[in-house]
């Protein structure tokens, strides 16, 4: 019997690795690592993490954790596959790197042992490498911390320059080990550098223990991978977020410590600023009473085929659903949850409309301007069968207008009760948009507001180029303007074709809570009650 209130369990797994096969024949291969679960409901792997790219080293140690939900009752194995990354921007799996090698093993098995290392091994060319898989459970406190170094009077490592300094912060392990977690930027041939402000999850640093030592390393880097030590600090967040500022740590080498008896120190480091702000999570904002509304577009366009022929996208009659209505239906059933009236507006574009025959490319699939609102996800799913056979198919395929009409949504909401609601508006489209650059400025005004926008590409077409509305890699440009934040999440259907509806939501909607978590912090929106 499942046990109510006891909290889910997080745990953090970090990776590194030692003396890897070298896949570069002028240089030593740029790592990275690739961690999947094995689903039992789909007899497959499925990708839960993957690991930054360290260039020209063959011992790297990862700084970006991967984070599992822990159950105790499942054998949850796991696959870790380090790669040698050839091409930026191109999935390591899809031809963007080479193996380098592969271990499995299990969650509970990293568990039990703390840190579980093994050899990696490639199928046809034997052992690769030694592999590290630390793990430690996530504190369920979150707090964001930003901080600001700076040093002076670094030691000089280069011989025909000044030291090219960065700094590298270790979370210690509750073993005693120091795991990195995060680096500054590299600046170039100084002694006196003074890094840029960043910010921290407060988990990734020291698992919210305001009392746990951290480490910070000064390396002078070199391009060849073989970083020289300059010197280590230690202290803890309870000390930098409470002593006076600047906070000074000396900087030590130890082993130049014991060689020189005059020795002092090799640098010192400024902390000018550090502070500490609470994180939130989607679920404080739900338990706070946000609500989530759901908002449907459907592209009505000519290239979808004759509604009544069996070989269009829009048929309706066949031996199932089509895979607008399959789309439509599995993401709407998971959003309808978070909405208490459950009536969602819904909106074509793209046909001609009875009786006139003029061009829409925003209407209501009820023909209710007034009251687009359809009851429940089966409400949306009987308008748009209805609407099909009322409409003649046309085009072009002009997506702004309803990005618009729902946009204006949020925008009154945001006036009238700010931090109550956020809208998903899922549109389904056949092919890519011609109206592109009025697309993405509409897309890029809407970032400011409480929305998120899904993109399902449903049929066989090329959508190569509607991917460029999804920032995963680089926030949206348009007119002059950078979105302030990725709102977008495009996904072919056809991925999906022969997954669970399950697979399909869960891939479309994985990026809607960090989105409504980093609306409302950018808002400065606190959750009610919290």
Known sequence: MAQSGVPKMCVELRVSCNGLTNKDHLSKSDPCCVVKLFRRSSNSWERVGVTETIQDTLSPQFTTPVVLDYFFEEVQKLQFSVYDVDQKGVDVEAGGGQLIGRVESSLGTIVSNQCLKDTLVHSSKGPAGEISVRSEEVSSVVEKITMNWRAASLDKKDLFGKSDPYLEFCKTTPEGASVPVFKTEVIKNDLNPSWRMFTIDSRQLCNSDHSREIKI???????????????VATTTLDKMLTSSKPMILECINEKKK?????????????????SSEKLYSFLDFIYGGVQVNFAVGIDFTGSNGNPTKPNSLHYIGGSGPNEYTQALTAVGNVCQQYDSDKLFPAFGFGAKLPPSGDVS????????PQNPY????????QAYHACIHSVSLYGPTNAAPIIKHVTSFAQQTEHDNPGRSYFILLLLTDGELTDMAE????????????????????????????????????????????????????????????ASAEALASAVLAEVPSQ???YM????MKPTGR
């Open 258 to 274: 014991a060689k020189k008896k005059n020795y002092v120190n090799s640098g010192v480091l400024y902390l000018d600023t550090c």
């Open 439 to 498: 697309t993405k400025k509409s897309i890029v005004a809407a970032a400011e507001l409480p929305m998120s926008l899904i993109i399902v590409g449903v049929g066989g077409a090329d959508f190569t180029n509607m991917r460029q509305l999804d920032g995963d890699d680089r926030r949206l440009s348009a007119g002059g303007r950078t979105a302030c934040r990725d709102i977008v999440q495009f996904v072919p259907f056809r991925t999906y074709a022969n």
């Open 374 to 381: 359809c009851a429940g996800i089966e409400g949306v799913v």
């Open 361 to 368: 490319h925003d209407f209501a699939l009820n023909f209710n």
């Open 217 to 231: 390393v000064c390396y002078d880097w070199d391009s060849d991978g073989s970083h020289d030590l300059i010197g």
């Open 521 to 524: 912090a950018m808002k400065k």
């Open 516 to 518: 409504v978590v980093e």
